[in-house]
């Protein structure tokens, strides 16, 4: 496994995502935040990724509730990253572009288990 580019911190109060380049303190609602390790999405909880030229188009068929939502996607690559928030009820339906360097990798938080996946593209 390649080592990730980028670390993300989650907050557990707000929700609140933060993304560094390197490890960093970061606080949130008054808690320092850990860097989420990120893991392999088992095949029932993958998203589905359909590549059209330089766009992803991310979609999931796994209902979106208060629960348990995936609240944000990260395309990231070598040079750049891009974040999208999603909330409950609100389908996953996200276009991301692949403009960047290097190999792209896709990341995803689902609050149910409060864990940060990372799949590939
Ligand atoms: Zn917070």
Known sequence: ??????????????????VSWSKCEVECCKER????DPVEPKPDCRLDIEQAEDELLVTST???????HVS????VQDDRWEIVRLYPEWDVNVYLKKRGRGKAMLYFFRT???RLFRQQI
């Open 112 to 114: 149910g288990n409060r």
């Open 1 to 18: 496994m390649t080592r990730d580019k980028v670390l993300f911190h989650v907050c557990p109060q707000c929700g609140n995502v933060m």
């Open 62 to 68: 796994l209902p979106q509730t208060k629960e348990d």
């Open 72 to 75: 944000f996607v990260a395309l």
């Open 33 to 36: 935040l850990e860097v989420q």
